[in-house]
């Protein structure tokens, strides 16, 4: 019985690989761990403005698609916005606020820009190039 215990001892001795498995476990866990450090640490400030322009340029290209429908849109509501100062203007008697005219006449103004982009584009492209 003690020859049984003592080949089991000897068997589960050093160098067997067990040591060997930890230590490897170890390693790789340690690396992998280095590596999503560097990728957080270094790598990740350096990708993402690329990552982000990349997204940017695809939401512009889809608002570029999208300008054909959106831009009579925004008027129908600018063109409905005008009309509920109006109605409350003409309800309290009194003049609407400085900035609420000021900021329905930037939106006028930039709904005329979009509206008229087709024929300010090209000469801007060829003014850019």
């Known amino acids: 019985m003690t020859d049984r215990i003592d080949d089991h001892i000897v068997s ?7 040591g060997e498995r930890v230590a490897s476990a170890t390693a790789a866990t340690a690396s992998a761990g280095a590596a999503a450090a560097c990728a957080a640490c270094c790598v990740l400030p350096l990708v993402f403005p690329a990552i982000a322009l990349a997204g940017l340029g695809g939401v512009l290209l889809w608002l570029e698609e999208a300008q054909v429908f959106l831009t009579p849109v925004s008027v129908l509501i600018l063109i409905g916005a005008w009309f509920l100062v109006w109605v409350q203007t003409w309800r309290r008697g009194r003049r609407p606020a400085r900035l609420t005219l000021v900021l329905m006449g930037f939106a006028s103004v930039m709904s005329a820009v979009a509206l008229a982009w087709p024929w300010i584009e090209p000469p801007l492209i060829r003014l850019l190039q």
């Open 12 to 18: 589960v001795a050093p160098g067997d690989g067990g």
